[in-house]
């Protein structure tokens, strides 16, 4: 059966139709929309899809824009809509947030992902998982699935941004990561790109100590092409991890029926 997976974020809708509910599916179609022209799905690039037979989703953009992804597939399919949140566990996973539930659904779903890549490669490890996109997450689990913690830092746009509003005189152009800056540009650049560098490095370093092994790093998100010149420690940039998560958890909801 068709199945429908949809990763809402903080600036975009991105959604992907699959052959079937399992990892490793063929994707048939996908596509994405900024979060303000949502409501042309139905009439746009949903409008000729094949309707899927089951579809799961996670977001971050809160209720009112889940509704407006939801009242899209109502007017296009007759499909029941279920979404991920976050859980004391779930697909292999045990999160030990102090309260589960306040988990962003994306980060929670990334790692069930990044677990199952590394398992199915016949690897089994502590793991570093990096989200870069509006916000930048960047979480620990150990070698058996718990979730030991994150840290949650500003993304590149946000950290320029609050740069240019909390500093007399100071525009934000655009400019080039550099070892040693010698620019306005250039150095606002490589500071939000080396911060974040730098809390990956730190994290790995943690999960090194914490657990006795080397982490596997896996990174995702839109601006993580961005990072990927840029870092130290060895990783894997995998653009799909979100809905690679979103496939794991179907397959166990769902089934292949």
Known sequence: ??????????????????????????????????????ETLADGPWAQLPAPRRMLGCTVAGDAVRRRAEEQMEEVWDL?????????AEAGMTN???HPTRLGADRWVAMIGARHRMLAAGDSRPMVVVMVGTAVTVEAVDAGGRFLGGFILPG???????LESGTAGLHVPTGDVREFPT??????????????AGAV???????RSHCGAEPACYMTGGAGWKMAPHMSVAFELVDSLIFDGLLVIAAQRFGST
Not at 23 to 28: K, S
Not at 156 to 162: N, Y
Not at 188 to 193: I, Y
Request: aromatic share 10%.
């Open 1 to 38: 059966m068709s199945f429908l997976a949809i990763d809402i974020g903080n600036t975009r809708l991105k959604w992907a139709l699959y052959a079937r509910p399992e990892p490793g599916a063929e994707v048939l179609l996908h596509g994405a929309e900024f979060l303000e022209q949502i």
């Open 96 to 98: 030990g947030y102090d």
């Open 183 to 196: 620019n306005t540009s250039d150095g606002l650049t490589s500071g939000g790109t080396f911060a974040i």
């Open 201 to 207: 490095e730190r994290m790995v370093q943690h999960v």
């Open 156 to 162: 590149h746009g946000i950290m320029l941004r609050a």
């Open 80 to 88: 029941p809509t279920q979404w991920v949140y976050a859980s004391a």
